[in-house]
């Protein structure tokens, strides 16, 4: 099981296969590297598949504290770095796409991170605001977190229920619940607070990054309105929707994900 050792003692685990240019896909908030297995299996006869547990999930260690949106985009940076990446398309789900734009607009410097897709994005922001009222509204916000805190098992199964359009995806859904109740409360409730806190609007004019935005049209978690918002403010940026989604389109419309992305990346 191969893991990278950061300056801080915090041991990230990783699976890397495939040959061709470079994918590295990261998970959202309590998902695993395994939510990308379908696209591992559609990607990595052309393209090498690189997938990450986030600090704190998955088989990555789970410190107490240390979940701001830069101090993961230093873990993929010593990600990147480590397996010497470069010309890499970076995918992230959810909250990882909010961390994907952070790292883009704030920490490629040395430009290993070429392309940017983010998938059911959590981001710029997931609160509404007076004048995008799309968001989340501060309530369901603070009942979220409060159950992330003390009651994190039922919060869970209530957002699996949530990630789902198709109506045939019970055994996916009991598999993706599975993965997420691997996330330590206190984990889920720091990155929620992060998720809460957060906001990249002023961020979207500094990617200079060829970008792509897949979103499921019928998306309950991540607001689909946030997408047409950064589809007008990102430059070089295409926005693509999935009619048979919610947000789990990487399990509701597999190939199709795969199909985009191998097409954006250059395959």
Request: include cysteine; charge should be negative.
């Amino acid at each position: 099981m191969p893991f990278i050792n950061l300056e801080s003692g915090i041991r990230i685990h990783y699976r890397d296969g495939g040959a061709g240019k470079p994918i590295l896909f990261m998970p959202g908030i309590a998902a695993t590297l395994d939510s990308w297995n379908y696209q591992v299996q559609g990607l990595q006869d052309r393209f090498r598949c690189i997938c990450v547990d986030m600090r704190g999930h998955g088989d990555s260690d789970k410190p107490y504290t240390g979940y701001s949106y830069n101090e993961m985009c230093d873990d993929i940076h010593a990600l990147l770095v480590t397996l010497d990446l470069r010309d890499v398309t970076l995918v992230g789900w959810s909250m990882a796409a909010g961390v994907g734009l952070n790292y883009v607009a704030d920490c490629n410097t040395d430009g290993r991170v070429t392309r940017l897709a983010m998938v059911g994005p959590a981001t710029p922001r997931l609160l509404a605001t007076d004048t995008e009222a799309f968001g989340l509204d501060a309530d369901a916000a603070e009942a979220t977190l409060e159950g992330m805190r003390i009651a994190l098992p039922e919060t869970m199964a209530a957002f699996a229920g949530a990630n789902f359009h198709r109506e045939d995806m019970a055994a996916t859904t009991a598999w993706f619940l599975s993965m997420w109740l691997k996330m330590p409360a206190y984990v889920g409730y720091q990155c929620f607070k992060t998720l809460l806190r957060e906001d990249l609007r002023d961020k979207l004019d500094l990617v200079d990054v060829p970008t792509l935005i897949c979103h499921g049209r019928h998306d309950l978690v991540a607001p689909p309105g946030w997408s047409d918002y950064m589809a007008t403010r990102i430059p070089q940026c295409k926005l693509t929707w999935f009619e048979n989604s919610g947000h789990a389109l990487m399990v509701e419309e597999p190939d199709a994900l795969s199909k985009e992305l191998a097409a954006f990346a250059g395959g």
